[in-house]
């Protein structure tokens, strides 16, 4: 496969989570609670990665390596509770754009563990992105409530624990097969939400029976495969564009929170999810251009 098209997976993955907070708000309004929903997404969306790689190719692991795993899926349950737990007191469009900092804490991430300073590039592309979720999440505006400090700090911890997930799907165990390594994630995931969470109500039939449907499909965009897209992609590109990439959710939940939350969508917001749109693609016209460049030296070093 081409790097673009690693790319694409990766922005696929970003794509899924962008449609949770839409139906986590639908949760809430059929009066479900946060551990209830964070509860049922994990452990259903643990049970469909598990029984997809029951048939997959695996490999033979040490128990540090399953442990090295497990402790690499904490982020992933992290960002789940932290993020939840913003939509408690945040409109939905408003969340998300506490999340989504990630954009350019992961560049950090990348300058502080690899010493990759940012190209100008890659700055102008972080740039107009946090432009253009400002406006797509309709900040500007009134009508998307008040914003709450205990919203706010519970939205920037997600963002610092979903840059964390992204890096270790590039970085931790490489060589496993995404399914293998998606479905151990997940694992480490839901234990990390059943210490925090602790929710035994889930279990009782009639709870478990009518959150399913929510469970499900939160446990298939949240749990299951964003792992899976992001261990496929992310070993191939640079972590830094990895997380521009995943930009993708806001204009996905922007959309989502129109079509099923009827929020008001201003003129301003749709120009923002344009802009963001337009530097997730200047983030890939640059990485395009250093590949140019590099393939170059390459050829002129041989001849």
Known sequence: MKTWQY??????????????????KLAYAAGFTVEVV???????????IWTVALFSKKKKLTLGKIGKLLLSGIPLGLTGVFYYQSLQTLHASLAIIFLF???WIGTFFEWFFYKKIP????????????????????????DNGVITWQGAVW????????TSFIFLSGTVEKDL?????????????????????????LFHLPVLIGIAPYGLFLGLLGVALPPLLFSIGMRYIEPGLGTILTASEL???????????????????????????GGIAAGNVNLSKTKIKSHSLEKESVS
């Open 155 to 162: 939205g920037l911890l997600s963002a610092v624990s979903y």
């Open 251 to 277: 204009p996905i939940a922007v959309i989502l929170s129109t079509l099923f939350l009827a929020e008001h969508v201003s003129i301003s917001q749709w120009l923002g999810v344009v802009l963001i749109l």
């Open 119 to 142: 190209t100008l590039g890659k700055i102008v592309s972080i740039g107009i992105l946090i432009i253009g979720s400002i406006l797509a999440a309709g900040v500007l505006t009134v």
């Open 38 to 48: 964070t509860g049922s997404q994990y452990f259903l969306g643990t049970l469909l």
């Open 177 to 201: 097969p995404p399914v293998q390594k998606s479905a151990i994630f997940s694992t480490g995931g839901l234990i990390t939400v059943f210490i925090l969470f602790q929710p035994t109500e």
């Open 101 to 103: 900092q990630f954009v």
């Open 7 to 24: 790319s694409f997976i990766v922005l696929l993955g970003g794509c899924c989570y962008g449609a949770l907070s839409t139906f986590v």
